[in-house]
């Protein structure tokens, strides 16, 4: 009769051990397709700006008005208060190219107030034969954006794929190795 409590017990465990193993398995695939995922993105953002960058064709253009985007920032340890509110202005960009006349909003902002002013002169870049594929020339061309975001996303995206792919069979070679150890 005791071996057959010894069976149930032991059976218990093992099950345990199993579904502690499908989980850490299940978390493994997701940090390995959440960093291919991101160093995706994170190639076809390079590649965008990398495409301008080098290839880019310039044209003038002005400010026509601003896009706002409002948001908010979680009160920070030690600071109180609630919510502190925040704007985004997207400055929202006339040019011509190819003799069309276009408009865009950048994808570069800035928060606490517009970097430009309506009516202002910029410039603009675009690809040939793609000139709504538009950017600020000053976007494009400045580190912190071209550089900055792929080398963030780059190592973001590999940690969780260095993190899947190593770290998380280890760990299940120790639950398994726990439970063979624990049988005796």
Known sequence: ????????????????????????LWIQRAF?????????????FLWKLWSLYSGGVTAGGKIAGFQESRGADSPRAGRGGGDTEYVIYYPVVRFEAEGKSLEFVSNHGARGGPAYRVGQEVEV????????????????????????????FF???????????????????RFHSYGAEGNG
């Open 1 to 24: 009769m005791e071996e057959r409590q010894y069976d149930a017990h032991s059976a218990g465990r093992d099950r345990a051990l199993a579904f502690r193993g499908n989980v850490i």
């Open 32 to 44: 390995k397709y959440l960093g291919l995922l991101m160093l995706l993105i994170m190639g076809a």
């Open 125 to 152: 870049v675009y690809l040939p034969g793609q000139p709504q594929k538009a950017e600020l020339a000053r976007s494009v061309r400045t580190f912190s954006v071209l550089w900055l975001n792929a080398v963030l």
């Open 155 to 173: 190592a973001a995206g590999l940690f969780f794929l260095l993190t899947g792919r190593w770290l998380f069979p280890r760990l299940a070679n």
